[in-house]
């Protein structure tokens, strides 16, 4: 099968992990996948964005910028088109963003499937938290790529759910969440309980004050219990000076310790130093890459019990889920896993057995999208089979 990929990244983040791990997995699975994407994207460099994006959205009104992106339609699809026509694609897949209309059109144009990935309800998220001006038709361009799409597929089921409501029948929705690479993570033994030293409390990510990292510090301040708790961050963001200023004043700043952005094989085994892994916040619809990561190591999880976490965690049986409206919640799911190694260890094995479990891989992923795609092309064929393997 040859896939056309088409995105609008420009940033090395966890959108950037994604688009790798799943053209390597559907090369690894022997298709043909032609990758159409800003040129930016293969010269910035991890954690970095576009330069010209980020001076746009500093210097110039919101909806200036806005129009620079709905202006770059035009030159995405031609972009995109003429790919097509020198690649001549069996399908095109399209991580859905924002004013991106190329995989709509030009699917539309060869008749052939458009399978499109969404991560988020971007109209939404940057109408909450991005100053989004021209709202109304950045909301109708994003309901136009989804009705359009031969396939839509949502991270979470909460997702869908916003996608079933902007009129897309549910026959087309199938859910494909975010996945690992287990290999990369080999087994890791939780710490005995007599183990010597603090115990560690981890997060990786983007560290943004929603996340309420700072209650965790706080509270490791006021700990008193029978082990020195530690706090790694392994990630950057606008939180951390704020974070880094109050474990000083707390007189705890030798043990809040951040590594600042780590290189994708180097995240691994700075999680396999976690002992608890923290997912202190979530957007409601997303499907956290570090939950995976958590999983996949088999570290025991605290993160908040809420649907779009649900989809992927059990309470009690692989992570311990705290009720996110409660301050003192998550503190009480670490203190727990502190004093109890047996269970740190039981929920960190099944954590990492329900990776294989539920095929929680980018290989299952890609498995599942090469079929959705094959059966795509057969209906669109009169139902002649087509191979997805």
């Known amino acids: 099968m040859k896939i056309l990929y088409s995105h609008r990244i420009a940033s090395r983040d966890g959108q950037g992990v994604h688009l790798d791990a799943m053209v390597a997995a559907m090369r690894a699975a022997g298709h043909e996948v032609r990758v159409v994407g800003p040129a930016s994207y293969d010269n910035t460099d991890l954690g970095g964005d576009s330069r010209m994006v980020g001076l746009l959205r500093e210097k110039l009104p919101a909806w200036v910028g806005e129009a620079a992106e709905m202006a770059y339609i035009g030159p995405a699809t031609l972009r995109l088109a003429r790919a097509a026509a020198e690649f001549q694609p069996d399908v095109i897949y399209e991580r859905a963003n924002l004013f991106h209309l190329a995989g709509t059109v030009v699917a539309a144009q060869r008749r052939i499937p458009l399978l499109l990935e969404v991560n988020a309800p971007l109209a939404e998220e940057r109408g909450r938290f991005g100053n989004l001006a021209l709202r109304r038709t950045a909301a109708a361009l994003e309901r136009l790529a989804w009705r359009r799409a031969s396939r839509v597929l949502p991270v979470t089921e909460v997702l869908a759910d916003k996608i079933r409501a902007a009129g897309v029948p549910d026959e087309r929705i199938t859910v494909v969440p975010n996945g690992i690479h287990p290999e990369e993570f080999p087994a890791m033994a939780a710490r005995p309980a007599d183990a010597e030293g603090p115990l560690v409390l981890g ?176 209906r669109l064929r009169g139902g002649l089979p087509v191979a997805a393997e």
């Open 203 to 378: 997060f990786v990510g983007f560290v943004r004050d929603w996340h309420g990292l700072d209650h965790v510090v706080r509270a490791m301040a006021a700990y008193r219990g029978q082990h020195p708790l530690a706090l790694k961050v392994v990630g950057d963001g606008p939180a951390r000076p704020g974070l880094e200023k109050l474990a000083a004043e707390l007189g705890i700043a030798e043990r809040v310790t951040f590594t600042g952005l780590a290189a994708r094989d180097a995240v691994p085994g700075l999680i396999s130093g976690f002992d608890i892994a923290l997912q202190p916040a979530s957007v409601a619809y997303a499907s956290p890459l570090k939950v995976f990561e958590y999983m996949a190591a088999g570290r025991a999880i605290v993160a908040p019990d809420q649907p779009n976490l649900r989809e992927v965690l059990r309470h009690e049986e692989t992570a311990l889920l705290f009720d996110p409206g409660s301050p003192e919640a998550m503190w009480q799911a670490v203190l727990r896993l502190d004093e109890d190694a047996t269970l740190r260890q039981r929920l960190g094995e099944a954590a990492r057995a329900e990776i294989t479990r539920r095929d929680l891989t980018w290989a299952g992923n890609a498995r599942k999208v090469l079929a959705l795609a094959a059966g795509e092309m057969s």
